[in-house]
């Protein structure tokens, strides 16, 4: 495991999971998980999500590979669902991949299906590696323009110094997508977000043309981390570069 310095006093506990299997009949968990996770004892907000190809949020998705993403009463509920539901079991069991990470939030705006998943923590600036989502509802008649822009959001974001790891992510065919992506400091997210070329065009059109129904866009102090994702931690240097597409 590699962990920062930082603790989640005074904020939720996130938790980011990703675990790829050796064919597509995994799929059948996103409908069989979805029970058991609403039982589950501490856990405040979750999404149980389908992946890109690669670091892709293209059209395409990645049908060996799930992701959930999960905010926690405590780290003792976290712990709890660790050892005891059948669902981490089933991952150690069945995954040929499997890499999570725990989050302190630090910023949020927007809302997730009506909610505000995350409560933030409160501190100073922190130097280290730093973990971004963002999602958004898209307008059904500006799909057409979303997709023909993520290519080039895509070619810079994979070209962009500082990217440690990315992956698309859908909870719902083509209309809801979202990006977890981790950097090497928070200096390495603007330099993507305000001088990336590409990426600044989509959002100016993004909000001249209205695209989105809802969006969300959150940042996080990732303070542990355990697994591969592609065949490293990403995590376990922030100076190293991203890992191989697979």
């Not at 992506?181 to 997210?189: E, F, I, Q």
């Amino acid at each position: 495991m590699s962990a920062t310095s930082t603790g989640t006093s005074g904020g939720s506990v996130v938790t980011f999971h990703l675990q790829r299997y050796a064919d597509r009949g995994a799929m059948r968990h996103m409908a069989f998980d979805r029970p058991v996770l609403r039982r589950t004892g501490g856990l405040l907000f979750w999404r149980l999500l389908g992946t890109g190809r690669g670091p892709s949020t293209t059209l395409g998705a990645d049908l060996r590979r799930w992701a959930l993403l999960a905010v926690w009463r405590d780290e003792r509920a976290l712990e709890e669902f660790l050892a005891r539901s059948p669902i981490p079991a089933r991952w150690r069991r069945e995954a040929i991949e499997t890499w999570s990470v725990r989050l302190a939030p630090t910023a949020s705006r927007g809302r997730w299906n009506g909610v505000e998943p995350f409560t933030l923590v409160t501190g100073g600036v922190h130097p280290g590696p730093v973990a971004v989502l963002t999602r958004a509802s898209i307008r059904p008649s500006r799909l057409p323009a979303f997709y023909r822009s993520a290519p080039a959001v895509d070619r810079s974001l994979r070209a962009q110094e500082g990217c440690l790891a990315s992956v698309g992510l859908g909870e719902w065919p083509l209309a809801r997508q979202a990006t977890f992506s981790l950097w090497r400091d928070a200096a390495a997210v603007r330099a993507f977000a305000y001088a990336g070329r590409a990426h600044r065009e989509v959002v100016e059109r993004v909000r001249a043309h209205d695209w989105y129904s809802e969006e969300l866009f959150a940042r996080f102090i990732p303070y542990a981390s355990a697994g591969t994702w592609d065949g490293a931690d990403p995590l376990a240097d922030p100076l190293a570069g991203p890992p191989a597409d697979r």
